[in-house]
């Protein structure tokens, strides 16, 4: 079992920052990769940024130059994604889910994925 925690959400205005944070925890498993989504009223959950374990990112097109993703592998089994979010527009507004991709410690498939609570992001114009 893996437990995933977010935190740092809130109410900002536009153009100003915001970051989340993610501590995802596990026994005998290794990450492969972890990331944000997010889902605004209405519409299809959508990728924010990914990174793998290597250090690989992704990121949605809306969100490119403005959002960075980062990473802190301090221990073996408990890893903490973050998301620097700037220039924070009102689209941006959403409910951001953390995305846990894992696999048993020794055994690369299948891999298995747990999300977070969520954590509501708002930006006023």
């Known amino acids: 079992q893996v437990q995933v925690v977010e935190s740092g959400g809130g109410l900002v205005q536009a153009g100003g920052s915001l970051r989340l944070s993610c501590a995802a925890s596990g026994r005998d498993v290794s990450i492969n990769a972890m990331g944000w989504y997010r889902q605004a009223p209405g519409k299809q959950r959508e990728l924010v940024a990914q990174m793998g374990s290597g250090g690989s990112t992704n990121y949605g097109d809306s969100v490119k130059g403005r959002f960075t993703i980062s990473r802190d592998n301090a221990k073996n089994t408990e890893n903490t994604v973050y998301l620097q979010m700037n220039n924070l527009k009102p689209e941006d507004t959403a409910i951001y889910y953390c995305?846990?991709?894992?696999?048993?410690?020794?055994?690369?498939?299948?891999?298995?994925?747990?999300w977070g609570q969520g954590t509501q992001v708002t930006v006023s114009s």
């Open positions: 995305k846990v991709i894992v696999a048993l410690t020794g055994r690369p498939n299948p891999e298995y994925q747990y």
